[in-house]
T-cell receptor, first 116, second 114 residues
Framework: AQKITQTQPGMFVQEKEAVTLDCTYDTSDPSYGLFWYKQPSSGEMIFLIYQGSYDQQNATEGRYSLNFQKARKSANLVISASQLGDSAMYFCAMRRNMNRDDKIIFGKGTRLHILP | ETGVTQTPRHLVMGMTNKKSLKCEQHLGHNAMYWYKQSAKKPLELMFVYNFKEQTENNSVPSRFSPECPNSSHLFLHLHTLQPEDSALYLC?????????????FGDGTRLSIL
């Protein structure tokens, strides 16, 4: 069965520090995609970063990077130099076999609080 | 079980057909959303309803027409779609539009346009 696990329900981090949000996944498919979304208090899901299962390098998007460890089935999100605006809910998601019909599976999320 | 049910799970239609996607939530939420998920792309928010009122339309073409008869049901009416409209359509709900509660997603409807 496909599964996404985010073990940190909540985190408090001091402003300007780096943050690592954990995500592990379980799938038997060789082809899949991993996503991270940010959900601020406004409610909208904001896409942050994507990692394909066959990508050789870890994805990076500005202050966001994805620490992809395929053998461990781990896809942690790293936010460098955290800002107050980073306070939000963060969801890890997986879509298996990107070229075939399937649904997206989301983790339960991690609520990140950035402290001034 | 997320409490959000979408039907049908799969839909194949021609460009001249008219069909509807249905979403129902059993969570007592007041906000409902339609998202489009294309292959290798992130979720795209299409419509938002809060207390049955449409509060957001993200420049969605008029061939997609949403309907929210009550806070538990959300429809997406489709007509004269294009091949690029083939995607996974996700419905979600949350307690309120501006809530700190997370959105609960349905399993999606896989739409294929021939």
């Amino acid at each position: 069965a496909q599964k996404i696990t985010q073990t940190q329900p909540g985190m408090f981090v001091q402003e300007k520090e780096a943050v690592t949000l954990d995500c592990t996944y379980d799938t038997s498919d060789p082809s899949y995609g991993l996503f991270w979304y940010k959900q601020p208090s406004s409610g909208e899901m904001i896409f942050l970063i994507y990692q394909g299962s066959y990508d050789q390098q870890n994805a990076t998007e500005g202050r966001y990077s994805l620490n992809f460890q395929k053998a461990r089935k781990s896809a942690n999100l790293v936010i460098s130099a955290s800002q107050l605006g980073d306070s939000a809910m963060y969801f890890c998601a997986m879509r298996r076999n990107m070229n075939r019909d399937d649904k997206i599976i989301f983790g339960k999320g991690t609520r990140l609080h950035i402290l001034p | 079980e997320t409490g959000v049910t979408q039907t049908p799970r799969h839909l194949v239609m021609g460009m001249t057909n008219k069909k509807s996607l249905k979403c129902e939530q059993h969570l007592g939420h007041n906000a409902m959303y339609w998202y489009k998920q294309s292959a290798k792309k992130p979720l795209e928010l299409m419509f938002v309803y809060n207390f049955k009122e449409q509060t957001e339309n993200n420049s969605v073409p008029s061939r997609f027409s949403p309907e929210c008869p009550n806070s538990s049901h959300l429809f997406l009416h489709l007509h004269t779609l294009q091949p690029e409209d083939s995607a996974l359509y996700l419905c979600a709900s949350s307690q309120e539009r501006s809530s700190n509660q997370p959105q609960h997603f349905g399993d999606g409807t896989r739409l294929s346009i021939l």
